[in-house]
């Protein structure tokens, strides 16, 4: 029989991936959507015909017991999340609610559906969970590169939901011997990444910009580091994760660490133009408290995983252009139709 897996956030950037991924694999993939009447999930539905969908919200544990109760997944993947840095701050408290204690919702379900008790010695056929943790949980490095032993100092309301969630997880796992891990990945993008993340908001604007439909680029902070790697490749960590014999926790990275001002120049110079001639640079879009670098140590991944990064920085800036130059030359709206698949 096909494994079944549960994707929460699969109408975010890596629930399209890891669905794809999971369908390629042999999966019945489900997916949980939430809202009446939201737009992403009949996106979603057309493109990712295979996927079934079950209603449910992190915010609403009724609905994610009944969930895993319908869908009695093998491998449930918690991607769901407000995800945006910047918004942990204008709403702490949702972000808090979804990022933070929704994870808690989650473990909580599998917990109660699978009549898991305290103490109870790990059951083979349990149901695996997969947390999506986060490099914003290291903030304020004191060590770089960044290995899943380094310690957390988080810079956002974001980051401390996340961090929140990660030591949850973890606790989950001690507690009931449940099979829970957390993938520390560091940022990921693609052509389906959302318009307000840097390097999507940079690959758009410079596609606008060469077709002439904009003469500037407003941005941030340019002298933040970040190591950026290709989601596609990203999502494939998470499977692998969970087909270990024991639960553990991995950092997914590129060990590579590029600027934001990297970023733009290589973006511009894809499209065959010089960045210092429409980036602007706007005091009002600087954090309240910044992230200067993150930098992967992907090791542990690499030696225990066999998981290798396969696209590099600049193949990615370039796919990610050109992307952008195809949707907006054929007529497409980036904020409802984005470039997905
Ligand atoms: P996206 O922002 O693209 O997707 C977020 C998803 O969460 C959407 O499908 C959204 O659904 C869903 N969601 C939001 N609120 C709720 C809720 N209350 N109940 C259920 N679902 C909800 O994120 P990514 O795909 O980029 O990231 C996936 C996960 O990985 C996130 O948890 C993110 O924090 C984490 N992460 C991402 C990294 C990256 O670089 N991309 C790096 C490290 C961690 P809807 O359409 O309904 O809004
Ligand atoms: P991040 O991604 O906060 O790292 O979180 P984002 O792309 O938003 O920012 C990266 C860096 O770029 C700087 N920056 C700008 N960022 C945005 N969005 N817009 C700008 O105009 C701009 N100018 C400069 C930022 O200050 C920052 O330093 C992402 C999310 O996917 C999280 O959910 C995930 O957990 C982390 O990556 C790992």
Known sequence: MARRALITGITGQDGSYLAEHLLDQGYEVWGLARGQANPRVSRMRKLLSDVQVVRGDLLDQGSLISAVERVQPDEVYNLGAISFVPMSWEQAELTAEVTGMGVLRMLEAIRVCSGVSR???????????????SSEMFGQVTETPQNERTAFHPRSPYGVAKAYGHFLTQNYRESYGMYAVSGILFNHESPRRGAEFVTRKVSLGVARIKLGQA???????????????YAGDYVKAMHLMLQTATPEDYVIGTGHMKSVRELVEAAFSAAGLDWERYVVTDQTL???A???LLCADPKKART??????RVAFDELVAMMVESDLRLLTD????DQDSSWP
């Open 215 to 229: 003469t500037e680029l407003r941005l941030g902070n340019l002298e933040a580091r970040r190591d950026w790697g």
């Open 286 to 288: 600087h954090r309240p």
């Open 304 to 309: 225990q995983l066999g998981w290798e990064p």
């Open 331 to 334: 007529g497409g709206d980036p």
């Open 290 to 292: 910044e992230v200067d």
């Open 119 to 133: 103490g109870a010695a790990a059951a083979s056929g349990q149901i695996r969970f997969y947390q999506a943790s």
